[in-house]
C-alpha cells in the first residue's frame, strides 16, 4: 500500500484530504507543520505528499527544500495544495522540486487529476 | 410537461442535434429550459413549447437546442488519447507527411475548447513542426459554447482537471480568478459553428479526427451515418479518436480498431469498386 503524507495545519483539510487519498487506497499520515512532515519523513519515507505552504514552525515551501537535500528526499511525489494561487508562487515551488500544484479550493476530481499526473494512480 | 410537450421537444432536439431524450431525462430538461423559459418572457414550459409550434420560431429553436446539450469538458480528458496523439500520431504523422508539411486536426464536438487547446499545446511542443502549417479546426453546433471557447478563459476549477501544472505555467496567464489561454496557442485553433449531421466536406479533409463524447448521444443509426461521413473527411492513413465510453464495433464497418490502442480507428480500406469512382465524387455527397 502506498503510503502518502498530509501536511496541513489545518485538522479540517487534513480529514477531508485523508477521506479522498484513502478512497484512493493511501496509508496515510499527518502532519500539521514541516517540522513534524521532516520527522516523519526521516522515520519513514513516503511515496507522496501532499503539501500545504502556510503553516507555523515551518512553511511548505521550507520543507520542500529540506525534503530534497536530505537522503531518499528526493524520492516522494510532492504535490502542493495551498491557496496561494499565483503563477509566482507556482513557479517558486516546481522550482524548489515540487512536482504538481493543486490551488485550493479542491475536490476529489482535482486530487484524482493531479495524483494520476504524477504517476502516483 | 406533458408527454406531448416533451415528445416534440425529443423530435425538435433529435432533428436539429442528433440527441436523442429518454423520458428519466425529463427533469434534466425542466432544468435547463427553465432559463430560456425566464429569458424569452414565458411563464412555463408549455407556454415556450407553444412558441416553438409558431411559424418562424428558428431562433428560439436554435436557443433551446443549445440549451439541451451537455457541455462538460476537460483538458486532456482521459489522458491516454492524448498521450497516444503524442507518443504514436504525431511522430508517424511527422513522418509521412514530411514533404507537403501540412497536418490537419479536427475535433468535431470541441465544446468549450478544452480538446483543440490541448490538441494544441501538445503540437506546440513538438519544435519539428515550427515551420509546418498546422491546421487545427475546432467545430461544434453550439455557439454559446463556441463564444467561451474563442475567448480562452477557464475557472481555476476548469484548469485543474487533467491540465498538469507545467501546461498552466507555460500557456496560461493569470487574470483575476481565472485563466486565460495565451494569444499564441488560441490562434492555433480555428472556430467554427457546425453540425455534425450536416454536409462535412465543407470542412476539408483531415489527417486526425477527435469526435469525443458526442456520438454517445446520438441513436444508432445517427451514430452509423456520421461515422460514415466522418470517414469520407478522413486521410486513408489517418486517425479517428473517439471518447472513453465509446466504440466503432458492432456499429460501423468502416473504422477498425487499432490494436493495443484504446479508443484508436483506423479507416478501412475502400473497396475496389468505390476506388473506382470518379476523383472529386467522393466526400462531395451530402447526407
Ligand atoms: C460532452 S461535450 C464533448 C466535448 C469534448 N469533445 C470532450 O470529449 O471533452 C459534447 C459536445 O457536443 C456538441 N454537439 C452535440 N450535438 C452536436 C452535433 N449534432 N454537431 C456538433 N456538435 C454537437 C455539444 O454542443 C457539446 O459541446
Redesign the pocket.
Known sequence: MKRCLIIDDSSVIRKVARRILEGFGFAIVEASDGRQALDACRKDMPEAILLDWNMPVMDGYEFLRALRSMPGGDKPKVVFCTTENDLAHIARAMHAGADEYIMKPFDKEIVQAKFQEVGLL | MTPFDFDFLCKLLKER???VLTHEKEYLVENRLMPVVRRVGCATIAELIQRLKAPAADALKVEVT?AM??????FF?DKNPFDQFRDTILPELIEKRSKRRRIRLW?????SG??PYSLAMMVASFSRLADWQIDIVA????NE?LEKARAGIYSQFEVQRGLPIQMLMQHFEQVGEQWRISDKVRKMVQFRQ????TDLSVLGMFDVV?C???LI?FDQATKVDALERIRRQLAPDGYLIL?AAETVVGLSDVFAPVPDKRGLYRPKPKPLAVAAVKPGAAGARVA
Open positions: 442535434s442528433g440527441l443549445e446539450m451537455i457541455n462538460e469538458s476537460f480528458r475535433s468535431a464536438a470541441a465544446s478544452q480538446e467545430t461544434d453546433i453550439s459554447v457546425h453540425n455534425l449531421l477527435f469525443r463524447n458526442v448521444y471518447g
